[in-house]
């Protein structure tokens, strides 16, 4: 089926009402465990913390954009199904996130401490700090495989037919291969602050691009049997959105205020992130500001002052300029690529508006 000759899809698709839908999904999951948690006299808080994060916040951009790509290949009927399959890729960013979290050592996230922390102050009573903090450590890691393993669960969710899943399980393990493989090359990159851009670029696309956009339209449009033609359509307009939205996570991780995109905007820049934004900055700095760069950037005891001397740096060697141009060259290559696709216009619609939100994000 291709969406050209689908023409069921609703004339406007409630994106705030998906959103709904997936949250759902995600409280009569978690609800569910909750209870099988109580029969067997498990750990109650492991539910309780993992709803905590899961609806202290975020935009359900994934599971969004699953659903989107359902509706771009023509699905059409009863979307319960495709809504936990995108409830599904919520519940992997948790674990995604929780983990990153650990790796990054942050203290924050969406305005509330990080799992690792909040496990470590709830079970601190008795230890010293060393060992309430590789406490909470470990156990964030084990919240974050649980909710990994319970990805896979909503993955099969009633009603989607085993020809779905075998065309979506290799979307979903690429998703999650590609995922690993950006975090890993991120990681390899923090700390090592060089004046080249490609490198920035390349774990843009595995970390965000194709993990937050792309794969999550294919998948949605597996789930409606999607051609080939319908798939390439999503990757033209998913790969330069994806990189949109990290060059934007990337400004405001050192411009954004805490109050709107709920962690402080040190935490990039005391872990001395590679990104697009200091690699452009080193190249057109001078001597004395590559050496500042260097001195303060990637410094765990980084403080306001010094943030604020980097972002005078970033904005007068034009750097922060130049991010924002790449973001609006990449939101024209992705709405030039919606003119063209074969998707339904409600499908269409909303890509674009999601397209043209990454231009102007505030958190």
Sequence with gaps: MTASTASQAAPVLDLPGIRRAVDTALEEFLGHKAGTAADGHLPGEITELLHSFLFAGGKRLRPLLCVLGWYAAGGHGDPRPVVRVAASLEMFH??????DDVMDRSAVRRGQPTLHRQLAALHGDGRDREEGEHLGTGAAILVGDLALAWSDELLHAEGV??????????????????VMYGQYLDLLATGR???????????????????????PLHIGAALADADATVLAACTAFALPVGEAF???DD?????????????SRLDDLREGKHTVLIALALQHADSGQRATLRALVGNPA?????????RGILTTTGARDKVEQMIRTCCRRARHALDTAPFPPAATDALRYIADAATTRTS
Excluded: C, N
């Design 94 to 99: 948790a674990f995604a996130l929780i983990h």
């Design 161 to 178: 037919g085993w020809g779905q899943l075998a065309r979506v399980r290799p979307l979903v393990d690429a998703m999650r291969t590609e």
């Design 193 to 215: 602050l060089t004046g080249e851009v490609a490198p920035a670029l390349e774990v843009i696309r595995y970390k965000t691009a194709k993990y937050t956009v792309e794969r």
């Design 246 to 248: 990290q060059l934007r």
């Design 251 to 263: 400004l405001l991780g050192a411009f954004g205020e805490s109050e709107t995109t709920g962690k």
């Design 302 to 310: 980084l403080t306001d002052g010094d943030a604020a001397r980097i």
